[in-house]
C-alpha cells in the first residue's frame, strides 16, 4: 500500500448549501478547484467542520460523488465518518470504497464511553472491512474522550491499512508520545488544529487538517512548504502571522466560523445547516479585522 501522498495540508472541506439545505453543488466544485489551487495536498470530506453529523447517509454518497468528480485525482480525497454503531461503519466505508475513495477517515464514536478493548474492535472492523484503502484515525476530544497513545499505537502496529491520526487534541505531549510509540513503522500523524502546523511539523507531523484552508489555503500551505524547504524561522513567522485569523473564529459557535470565513471572503457558501446560525455582530468583525490583516489588499469587502 502506497501511502506517499498522504502528506501536507489536508483540507476538511465545506459543504455549501442552498436555502433548503441542499447540496449547492456549483459552489461545492468551486470549493474543490479553489483548495487545490492553494495547494492543498488532500481533500477530507466529511470532517467536522464538514459538517458530516448533519447528513444522512444519501446526502453523503451524493456529496461525495461530486468532490470525487470534480478533484479527478489531482489530490486524494478521503471519506470521514464519526459512527457511533460499528455495522454503520462498515456500511460507510464500503461505500467509499465504491464511490472511489483514496482513503477513510474515522472518528471515535460520539455519546459513549468505550474501553480501549471496544474502541480497538471497532476501528478495526471498519479497517478490515477495506482492507485495500488508508485508514487514519481521528482523535477529537471534542467527543467527551481522547483516544489513549498506547491505543493508537496498537492499532498502528496490528491492523496494515490503520497508516496514520488526525489529532485534533492540540496537547503536544500527547502528539509526541503517539509519533514516538509509532516511530518505528510507517505511521503519518497529523495535527487537527490550524495554530499547530508549525509545531506539529517540528514534532514530526506528516502535515495539519486545516479547516481554514477552505477560504486561506495559501496561507496554510505556506506554513507548510517553508519548514519542508528548510526554512523554519519562515515557516514559524507565516505561522504566527496566521494564527489571529484562526483564534478569533473561536469567538463563534461551533462549527459556523468556517463558513463565516468563506462568506466573508466572497466565496457565498451558504448558511451552517440548522440549528447553527451565521456569525453576526462583533464576533463576525472581529474575523474580518484579522483577515484583513492577514491578506492585507487581498482581503474582501
Known amino acids: 500500500m502506497d501511502i506517499s501522498r498522504i502528506k501536507g495540508i489536508i483540507v476538511p472541506l465545506l459543504i455549501p448549501v442552498n436555502d433548503d439545505e441542499t447540496v449547492n453543488e456549483p459552489k461545492l466544485r468551486a470549493v474543490v478547484d479553489r483548495v487545490i489551487d492553494g495547494g492543498v495536498q488532500g481533500i477530507l470530506a466529511f470532517g467536522s467542520n464538514s459538517e458530516f453529523y448533519m447528513l444522512t447517509d444519501e446526502e ?15 489530490v486524494p480525497v478521503f471519506f470521514g465518518m464519526g459512527p457511533i454503531r460499528t455495522s454503520h461503519g462498515v456500511k460507510l466505508a464500503k461505500m467509499a470504497q465504491r464511490l472511489g475513495a483514496f482513503g477513510i477517515s474515522v472518528l471515535q464514536p460520539m455519546f459513549l464511553k468505550p474501553t480501549d478493548k471496544e474502541l480497538y474492535d471497532h476501528f478495526k472492523t471498519i479497517a478490515d472491512t477495506v482492507p485495500d484503502l488508508p485508514m487514519l484515525l481521528y482523535n477529537n476530544p471534542r467527543v467527551g474522550y481522547k483516544l489513549n497513545a498506547s491505543l493508537v499505537s496498537d492499532l498502528a502496529h496490528d491492523v496494515k491499512n490503520i497508516v496514520g491520526v488526525k489529532d485534533s487534541s492540540g496537547d503536544l505531549t500527547y502528539f509526541e508520545e503517539v509519533v514516538r ?121
Do not use: H, W
Open 60 to 74: 453523503m454518497e451524493t456529496i461525495f460523488k461530486i468532490i470525487v468528480d470534480e478533484t479527478a485525482d489531482r
Open 181 to 301: 510509540l509509532t516511530s518505528d513503522i510507517e505511521f503519518r500523524p497529523f495535527t487537527g488544529k490550524d495554530t499547530l502546523i508549525f509545531l506539529g511539523l517540528c514534532a514530526g507531523s506528516y502535515g495539519s487538517v486545516c479547516s481554514t484552508a477552505n477560504g486561506l489555503a495559501e496561507q496554510v500551505v505556506d506554513i507548510y512548504n517553508k519548514f519542508e524547504a528548510g526554512d523554519y524561522k519562515g515557516s514559524r513567522e507565516a505561522q504566527y502571522a496566521f494564527n489571529p485569523a484562526r483564534l478569533v473564529q473561536n469567538k463563534a459557535s461551533f462549527p459556523v466560523a468556517t463558513k463565516d470565513m468563506a462568506n466573508l471572503l466572497g466565496m457565498n457558501v451558504g448558511k451552517p445547516i440548522l440549528p447553527s446560525q451565521p456569525s453576526s455582530g462583533d464576533v463576525l468583525a472581529g474575523m474580518k479585522t484579522e483577515m484583513d490583516k492577514l491578506l492585507g489588499t487581498k482581503a474582501a469587502n
